[in-house]
């Protein structure tokens, strides 16, 4: 078990620093505008479930339609 944990913290530390240096762009959630994740600029595509802890609900992005410097 504490393997998996330390190999878990390794992933994340090595997934932060793969992030300095690229700029990132705030997705809002599409039902009340909340701040619901960060997207950096090597993250192009995709689709992602987020839950807003201000509505309450689950919202599904599509991170190709969320393009650096749009509004959203
Ligand atoms: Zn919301």
């Known amino acids: 078990m504490r393997t998996h944990e330390s190999y878990l ?6 997934s932060r620093k793969d992030s ?3 700029g990132s762009r705030q997705i809002k959630c599409p039902r009340c505008h909340h701040d619901i994740a960060i997207a ?3 993250l192009v ?5 987020l839950y807003c802890t201000v509505c ?3 919202q599904n992005i599509n ?3 969320y393009k650096l410097g749009e509004k959203n």
Not at 9 to 14: I, L, M, Q, S
Not at 45 to 49: A, I, K, V
């Open 9 to 14: 913290r390794k992933k994340a530390r090595a």
């Open 20 to 22: 300095e240096g690229l």
């Open 40 to 42: 950096y600029d090597n």
């Open 45 to 49: 595509s995709g689709n992602l479930e």
């Open 56 to 58: 309450h609900s689950w």
């Open 63 to 65: 991170f190709g339609r």
